[in-house]
């Protein structure tokens, strides 16, 4: 979520600079501005997204977040039926909620919580030729969240994210009985870092986030663990306009040495850049952020762009 994440291979739990709610709740009151955002893309095959974003400090100590994401295809067109007949089009709908509090423990330490909730609707079959949805929500998902300042410099953090998450599905069928399914998500163990250093004498940020999946919906093991690396960098060279690039989702399991032909076929990556410009020139605060990447089968590009408001 972000145009400046994206933007850098999909690395930005550190330090999120803006939408701390979604990437790292720990950090909802790091800072003792508020920030609002707004953003808008277009995904590969027809996908588009939207989201808007506010968080805040209550002194002393409290931080809290509220962000809300949509996701969907409003245009899944040119679908036929098993005889080839022309139906009508359809859409996919994903909302997202995350609501996020925090507490500076220490100086340098802060803990986060987020509350997920869940809505998806998707298009289930036809009834006389009219699109039959199925839909499902959850309340009640959670994000853990530890942020470290090791230095000026160097920023970590550990998550613990989507645990709990989980859709219970009632599909209907053209016969008029409904099928249920219970989805859960797989909890995601995330460590992140961001490191602020200089090149040729300008600003220059890292930031790398690794996810491990270990565990189903269920807390039992899996039986192929995967972690994925993503990383990227911000270099501040203008004063106005920083530019940013990255490489993400990049699969690390056991295939690497014990099977390395799989590995090879079954790689995949995404390549990401843009860039943010501050334009505190228009008005103080106001930053816009582009991102661009391609998606991890190579059928087409992302694009997102946001804008932040600090006050």
């Avoid at 953090?157 to 599909?171: E, I, P, Q, R, V």
């Avoid at 899996?222 to 911000?234: C, K, M, N, T």
């Avoid at 090879?264 to 816009?288: E, N, Y």
């Amino acid at each position: 979520v972000g145009a400046a994440a994206l933007a850098m291979g999909g690395a930005g739990s550190a330090v999120p600079g803006a939408l701390s709610p979604w990437w790292n709740p720990a950090l909802t009151g790091s800072q003792k501005e508020r920030k609002a955002a707004l953003g808008f893309g277009f995904r590969s095959l027809g996908q588009t997204d939207g989201f808007a974003s506010i968080e805040f400090r209550v002194p002393p100590r409290v931080g809290m977040g509220v962000l809300f994401l949509y996701r969907g295809d409003p245009f899944l067109n040119n679908l036929y039926d098993d005889n080839e007949n022309p139906l009508e089009p359809a859409a996919y709908t994903s909302l997202t909620g995350k609501i996020a509090i925090s507490y500076h423990v220490l100086r340098n330490l802060s803990a986060g919580l987020n509350v997920s909730i869940l809505y998806e609707q998707l298009p289930s079959g036809y009834v006389n030729g009219k699109v039959n949805y199925s839909s499902a929500y959850k309340v009640g998902a959670f994000d853990f969240a530890l942020s470290y300042r090791l230095s000026d410099r160097l920023h970590v953090c550990a998550l613990l994210k989507d645990a709990g998450a989980s859709m219970d599905w009632n599909f209907g069928s053209d016969y008029g009985y409904y099928v249920p399914n219970d989805d859960r998500m797989l909890p995601v163990f995330l460590l992140g870092s961001s490191y602020c250093g200089t090149m040729r004498g300008r600003p220059l940020i890292w930031n790398a986030d690794l996810r491990g999946y270990f565990f189903t919906g269920e807390w039992k093991k899996i039986d192929r663990p995967q972690a994925v690396l993503s990383s990227g960098v911000e270099w501040q060279y203008w004063k106005t306009v920083f530019l940013r690039m990255g490489m993400g989702e990049l699969p690390l399991n056991g295939d690497i040495f014990g099977d390395t032909r799989r590995y090879r076929s079954d790689f995949s990556f995404r390549l990401t850049g843009g860039i943010a410009v501050d334009m505190s020139a228009v008005r103080r605060g106001l930053r816009l952020d582009y991102g661009v990447a391609t998606d991890k089968v190579w059928a087409g590009i992302d694009q997102q762009l946001d804008i932040t408001y600090t006050f």
